[in-house]
């Protein structure tokens, strides 16, 4: 069959609203473009695998929109959009409710940052993430009935990581309970190491996989350490540079090696991770995106697509997870240029092994294997799908929703012992119901995130009264810590809030904040033998 293709002429007579909405001021399509939005506009599902920067969103957004605005003329939800992050939520929105709105077409954000009704927001467009998503199928199922499409953005998750597993559960409890007429599934993603395989993990069924492969040439330059990399940055007249970090304390301690190497002003030096508060995390994306010349040292929560701007060179502190976390990273550099510049630094001596064998696996073009599904989310899923179905659901219509994260054995063994815990119970017609436990857990919320609790202690500006973030309770009055990229001394502490003034002494060695842990939340209710697998 020969492929089809749009050119930017054929768009705006096929999809002449979205088209002038979405590509107005562009005069061609790219690649990803004149290949996808064909298929899209056929109904077709399909997964969009190219480059950052090379129009994937658009690629999808517009011939969906027109869907949209042919299809789905009453009311209700008429588009889902998943993210993996809240930042890269906050983008999609900025990036396309001006188009949608010159469509009158109204979006709205759900996140735990923004927690909108969407019943009530009369939007037909809702971007989301996999833990607010799994909130909503709870709490408001209804609004998912009128729904034309979902979009998964960044599907490379799927591959690393449980929240992955996560949303493909959460696609398919969509298709088998909430949507009254299977909507049409899209995903995207710029490094996808299997994308077939990834396509029918996600969806089920077999989708259209459009990929362009053309990836930048990449410059790489090793250092000893972060002030090192930064020498090498300073000597090449880059003017804005993010540094990937694998803890958010290695983030606060490198952006207090900027500081102290007077590489650029403490203003220009910021950092982004998840324990900062919503407007904090806000105010820094905006910062990098207007500033002409800034460095942001931040964790993977600004891995996943967000654009921040032109940024010249990407520093990684330590080797990333995967080939595909790799690329993701440096993909955040020069995003509108031709070749991409980072620097390697190793954070412990097992690095530089890793950095050989990313080195090796872009040579022969090896992305790695998808990974193996984690049993933690067949926990996770089963309580949170149980919560949100009072009268119970059977063995088998769990297992159409999980059977895809592994062997029907691994499922009945996991189900089973959670019978046995006492967290499901055997109810009558061979129906297996969510315990008190459970429900418990639901009505509190914790069933839907696989992330752990948080240990609660604020973290309080004592001038302002401003709310920086929330860390783990580990620092005393009078002593100094390291928090957002600044030196600070904790003034009071209460039960649940420290309070932190501006120091502007010399450095010294800082008591550090301990991050929460990360790992899921459900792990501890698996078998024992399978929990020592994955721990």
């Not at 749009?6 to 107005?24: C, D, I, Q, Y």
């Not at 709105?101 to 735990?112: A, E, F, H, M, P």
């Not at 998964?152 to 298709?175: F, K, N, P, T, W």
């Not at 062997?407 to 129906?431: N, P, T």
Request: charge should be positive; proline fraction near 4%.
């Amino acid at each position: 069959m020969v492929e089809q293709r749009f050119t930017l002429e054929t768009v705006r007579r096929k999809l002449p609203n979205s088209a002038f909405a979405f590509l107005g001021r562009f005069s061609r399509l790219t690649e990803i473009q004149a290949r996808a939005i064909p298929v899209i506009h056929e109904g077709k599902d399909a997964l969009v695998v190219a480059q950052a920067a090379s129009g994937k969103t658009e690629a999808v957004m517009v011939p969906l929109t027109e869907k949209l605005l042919k299809e789905h003329t009453g009311d209700g939800l008429g588009l889902l959009y998943v993210v993996p992050t809240r930042a890269l939520a906050n983008d999609i929105e900025r990036r396309v409710a001006g188009p949608l709105r010159y469509l009158s077409i109204k979006l709205v954000v759900r996140t735990g940052d923004k927690r909108t009704n969407v019943k009530k927001s009369g939007a037909k467009v809702v971007v989301t993430t996999p833990e607010s998503l799994d909130s909503l199928l709870a709490r408001q199922p209804d609004v998912f009935k009128t729904l034309k499409a979902i979009v998964i953005d960044e599907a490379h998750l799927l591959e690393d990581s449980v929240r992955g597993d996560q949303v493909s559960c959460l696609v398919r409890r969509l298709l088998k309970w909430h949507c009254e007429n299977k909507p049409q599934l899209c995903a995207m993603s710029a490094t996808v190491s299997k994308p077939h395989l990834l396509a029918l993990k996600l969806f089920g069924a077999q989708a259209e996989v459009i990929t362009v492969e053309t990836r930048r040439p990449i410059t790489v330059a090793r250092a000893d350490n972060v002030a090192q990399a930064l020498a090498i940055v300073r000597s090449k007249g880059i003017k804005k540079t993010i540094c990937f970090c694998n803890s958010r304390q290695a983030c606060e301690d490198m952006s207090q090696v900027a500081i102290r190497v007077e590489f650029l002003p403490k203003e220009r030096i910021f950092v982004h991770h998840a324990s900062l508060s919503r407007r904090d995390r806000e105010e820094v994306e905006e910062a990098m995106r207007v500033l002409p010349q800034a460095i942001l040292f931040c964790t993977s929560t600004m891995e996943m697509g967000v654009d921040i701007g032109d940024v010249d060179c990407v520093i990684l502190y330590g080797a990333p997870p995967s080939v595909s976390s790799f690329l993701q990273r440096i993909g955040r550099g020069c995003r509108r240029k031709q070749g991409l510049f980072c620097v390697l630094v190793p954070e412990y001596p097992s690095d530089e092994q890793a950095f050989e064998e990313i080195r090796k696996a872009l040579e022969q073009g090896d992305l790695g294997e998808v990974r193996q599904s984690d049993p933690s989310c067949i926990v996770q899923q089963a309580f949170s799908l149980l919560f949100a179905r009072p009268p119970g659901a059977t063995r088998e219509e769990l297992f159409e929703v999980m059977g895809h994260l592994g062997e029907r054995e691994v499922f009945d063994r996991v189900i089973d012992y959670l019978i046995l815990s006492g967290y499901l119970v055997m109810g009558r017609r061979g129906l297996i119901l969510a315990s008190s436990k459970v429900m418990d857990m639901g009505e509190k919320g914790v069933v839907h995130s696989h992330i752990k609790d948080a240990v609660g202690t604020k973290v309080i500006d004592a001038a302002t009264g401003r709310v920086l973030g929330e860390v783990a309770n580990v620092c005393s009055r009078g002593e100094l810590v390291v928090f957002s990229g600044r030196l600070w001394r904790v003034r009071k502490k209460t039960s649940n809030a420290v309070y932190i003034e501006a120091f502007h002494s010399s450095f010294g060695e800082a008591p550090k904040f301990v991050p929460h842990l990360e790992e899921s939340r459900f792990a501890e209710y698996l078998p024992p033998d399978l929990f020592e697998t994955i721990s």
